[in-house]
């Protein structure tokens, strides 16, 4: 049951942000649909890397890693570019996009470090939830990689959408603070 703990408090947390954008009162219903969009991507990422793993890709080789209080670290990259690790791309698109929508970043240092942001939160929050509860998660360098990859196709995708037609679309999801 403790191995639940984090993400339930994580849950809780995400429950007080569903309320604040509910009550937010300037948001046209299209800017709506982003942030409530973004929320539901955002719980299901959640549920995907701090609770506990109802399914696992296992290497079908040998992978050298790290043990360190039980939590299995990999700092070495891409020795096993399986299934996983293109999963963890695609994972990470919409982040990109929903960022692209939300947080509009304009310099290639903002879209390099959104990315970059990205996987280091999941992992870092992986390693500490596995610290205290022992998730059963590995901490992967190749996740931070391919994570940040997935946030940076997904911007890319909005800025490509952004020179079409859909372009009138993409402006009225985009969010205002």
């Not at 998660?137 to 990689?145: A, G, M, N, Q």
Request: glycine share 4%.
């Amino acid at each position: 049951m403790k191995v639940w703990v984090p993400f339930i408090i994580i849950s809780i947390i995400l429950v007080i942000f569903l309320i604040k954008i509910i009550q937010r009162k300037q948001d046209t219903l299209w800017q709506k649909v982003t942030l409530l969009t973004a929320w539901i991507y955002l719980y299901f990422i959640c549920r995907i890397c701090f609770a506990p793993a109802p399914f696992s890709f296992s290497p079908t080789h040998e992978i050298h890693y790290f043990l360190i209080h039980g939590i299995i670290l990999n700092l070495v990259p891409f020795q096993a570019m399986d299934t996983a690790f293109w999963l963890n791309v695609v994972m990470t698109i919409p982040a990109g996009i929903y960022y692209a929508l939300i947080w509009h970043p304009q310099t290639m240092k903002s879209i390099f470090l959104f990315g970059l942001f990205t996987g280091l939160t999941l992992e870092t929050t992986q390693f500490i939830i596995n610290w205290f509860v022992q998730l059963g998660r590995w901490v992967e360098i190749d996740d931070l990689i391919t994570n940040a990859v997935g946030v940076w196709i997904g911007i890319i995708i909005i800025w490509l959408f952004n020179k079409t037609p859909v372009k009138q679309l993409i402006e009225k999801l985009k969010v205002t603070f």
